[in-house]
């Protein structure tokens, strides 16, 4: 069972920067892959970026490539999500996520956090 608790969300203007944090709980934390996914009210849940159990492989959506990075730190049990020159479209409900394998597919994740906003004004 892994509990997770993201942090880090709020307001900044575009271009700006801003981290969120995603602590988790649960002794099997480091051998779980994560993701961080995005949703806007209405729209599907959409991945932005994932990250393999060592970290030794870090994927992101086309959309954020560039200027999100994602790290953990299996010692502290967190996972982050660095984000700079954001834009109005980054505007979202930030989700971490742990499953078996890093995807692309929410359905692929078997825990979540309760999600952290993000606010880009132009």
């Known amino acids: 069972q892994v509990h997770l608790v993201e942090s880090g969300g709020g307001l900044v203007q575009a271009g700006g920067s801003l981290g969120l944090s995603c602590a988790a709980s649960g002794r099997t934390f480091s051998i779980h892959d994560m993701g961080w996914f995005r949703q806007v009210q209405g729209k599907e849940r959409e991945f932005v970026a994932g990250?393999?159990?060592?970290?030794?492989?870090?994927y992101y959506a086309d959309s954020v490539k560039g200027r999100f990075t994602i790290s953990r730190d299996n010692a502290k049990n967190t996972v982050t999500l660095e984000m700079n020159g954001l834009k109005p479209e980054d505007t979202a409900v930030y989700y971490c996520?742990?499953?078996?394998?890093?995807?692309?597919?929410?359905?692929?994740?078997?825990?979540w956090g309760q999600g952290t906003l993000v606010t880009v004004s132009s």
């Open positions: 990250i393999t159990w060592n970290g030794a492989g870090t």
């Open positions: 996520a742990a499953g078996s394998y890093t995807s692309e597919d929410s359905n692929d994740y078997i825990y």
